[in-house]
Every structure is written in structure tokens, then in C-alpha cells.
């Protein structure tokens, strides 16, 4: 019998202490926070409560793939994955629209009846949802499925998505796949972390993580080797920060090391150099007719950048440019407005909600061993904030 019960706590014990291979997290923190759940920890209750509950809500979500859209990529293979771009419109002073013109800010709902984009946002959500319920309650229930859920649309033979993004954002009349597709890929780095998260599941095989890993590698080359990933590649606002985050995400599931310390070094000067001034203000995303949206937007991707660098002994978080330029400036630049001290001057053209901020604010309160963050995060989403899984992802 005491035999039993030490192999039981051996078992749990390794569960509860095996960090997964994730880059959006931190490791150590996820397989902390695991002990926790699995202790009934109080302060974990509430956003484990909640992440159960849409768990368990996607377990009857049937498998979605690219096999779907009605339309025929230029390709004339199914397997390409094909959009539209969100803010172009027909053309009104011409009799069949094209070509789309752009109406920046407005999206054109057309791009919801071309299955891909819709369907992959579903997939990624559901699989990222899942896979961290598994791994935080050891629920084999959401691991299947998460598994069955990412074999369709990655691995299965009739249902597989091609491993490049030559269709994506296509303008009707006048482009079939654009460089700012890529902003629609960005999903797919939550993907590499629920595989991580699935690491320990017995009915994860070697062959689908060795699947995983050449699929993102293959999409990676094409990133870095055709026109519209080196095109993406320059831009100088959130799509070229969100690039970036692909980049090493991917670079270091396929084993790249030592390109994601080169892209994350680079960034210190080409992303944060570069789209932050230096009183902290994003002129780029400032200029856009949602610049609330946008300013909130690029900051996301700068934290996921950071939070990856920081997997690799890279300090995105705290560099700073000679003139001041940096990631929390850039933060410390909205804080008034989040607090109404401040009047937004800038064009917007739709509401936003202010909650937003929040797992940005918790995520940096703590980086930045800043209570005054968490507060203002808390004052913004109120008792609701508690619920959401950036608690749970970060620790706090």
C-alpha cells in the first residue's frame, strides 16, 4: 500500500513539474502554475473556472480545415489557404467594383465568407484552449481532441493546409494574395505552444510532432524566401513586429536557434528603434482610423517578441535606444489615456474597449515589478479580469 500511494505521488509529482517547450510563456511559471491548479489554489480558481468552461464548450466543436471554402485558390489546389484582404471594398464608380479599393478601418464582410480565415481563427482558438485545459488539469478529454483538431488541418492527407500563405489578404481585381497576409499567420505561434502544452500526452505521437516540426519549417523557409515574406518582412508597423514574432516562434520549434536570437536581437533597433519614439508614441499606428486599436495592437506584438527573447537570454523588455526608445515607454505613453487624464486626439472611428489593456497591463506588472500596472488592469476590466487566462499563463 505504501508503495502505491509513493508511485502516485511520483506520478503526480512529475506531472505537476515537467515545464512544457512553449515561447509565448514562460516555461517554469506554466509548470508552476499546473502544481497549483492541481493543488486547488485559490488564487487560480476563478481564470481555471472559466478556461474549463470554454473547454469544455469547444470539445463539441467539430474539426474545421481549408478543404471547406467553395472557392478555388488561384493554385487550383484546395490545400492553399486563401483570404481576403479586411479593408478593401468594390470600387462604387465601377460597374463590377474592381479593383477592391481600400476603406481603411472598415471591414469588408466578405472576408468572412471565404471559410480559411474565419475557420483558422476557430482552430487556433480551440486548440490553445484545450491544450492549456490538459495540461493544467491533466483532463485527457481536451487533449484528444485538441490532437484531433490540429491533425485536420495540419497533417491529415485529404484535409492538410500547404505550408505557405501565397493567397492570403488577395484584393479582388487587382492581387491574389498580398504581403499583409502574413498578419492572419500570427495564430499559428499559439499553435506551436499548445503542441508544447500536449508534450506529455500519450496520444501525441512522435510522428505528429515530427510532422509539426517540418510543417513549420517549410512554412518558415517560405516566410524568409518568397517576394511577399520578404516584402512583409520590411514593413515598418505592427505587421513587420508580428513577422518577427513568427519568425522566431517557428525558428525555435524547428530547432533554429541561433535565427531567432539574430531576428530577436535585430529587433532591439529595426522594431522598437525604429516604430517607438522617443517620448514613447507609435506614429505609425497613430495614423491609422483605428489608432486606439492599433496602438494597443502593436504593444501585444512587442510583448510576445519580448516574451519569446526572453526563452533566449535576450532582454527585449528592458532595452532601451540611446534616445529612450523602448517597449515600456511605449506603454507608459497610453497609460494616461487608460486613466482619462489624458484626451485621445487621434483618429478613431469605431469604439474600443479599454479592457483590453488588461493582459497587457498583468503581463507587465510582471516584467516590470510594477504593482501600479495590475491595478490600473484591474480598474479597467473589473471583476472580470480575474477570470481571464493570462493569469494563468503568467502566474499572477
Known sequence: MQIVVLSQFVLF?????????VFLSNP???ASVRTACLNDAQEFRLPLKQLIKDAEKVLVMAPVSVMEKS??????????YMSLARYYWPDPKRADGLPYISRDGEVNPEIYEMNDYPNQGTMVSAVSTLALAYYLTGGERYAEHAVKLVRTWFIDTATHM???????????????????GFIESRGLTQVIDAIGLLGSYKGWTGEDQKHMVNWFDQ???????????????????NHGVWYDVQVASMALFAGKRELARKVLEQAKMERIGEQIEPDGSQPRE????TSKHYVAFNLEAFFALASIGSTVGIDL?????IDGRSIRKALDWVIPYLRDEKEWTH???????????????ITASIFYNDKSYEELASALAGAKGRSHRIHLLFGK
Not at 472557392?71 to 492553399?80: R, V, Y
Not at 505557405?164 to 498580398?178: E, V
Not at 497613430?286 to 482610423?289: E, F, G, K, N, Q
Open 347 to 361: 483618429k478613431q472611428i469605431k469604439s474600443f474597449d479599454p479592457a483590453q489593456y488588461h493582459p497587457i497591463l
Open 219 to 237: 512554412f518558415l523557409t517560405w516566410m524568409q524566401t518568397s517576394k511577399l515574406g520578404q516584402a512583409e518582412a520590411k514593413s515598418t508597423n
Open 28 to 30: 517554469a511559471v506554466l
Open 317 to 321: 523588455w528592458n532595452f532601451q535606444s
Open 71 to 80: 472557392q478555388l485558390p488561384p493554385s487550383g489546389d484546395k490545400h492553399d
Open 286 to 289: 497613430l495614423a491609422r482610423t
Open 13 to 21: 509529482f512529475a506531472f505537476a513539474q515537467k515545464a512544457p517547450l
Open 162 to 180: 500547404n505550408p505557405n500563405f501565397n493567397f492570403a489578404q488577395g484584393i479582388k481585381g487587382a492581387s491574389p494574395g498580398r504581403p499583409s
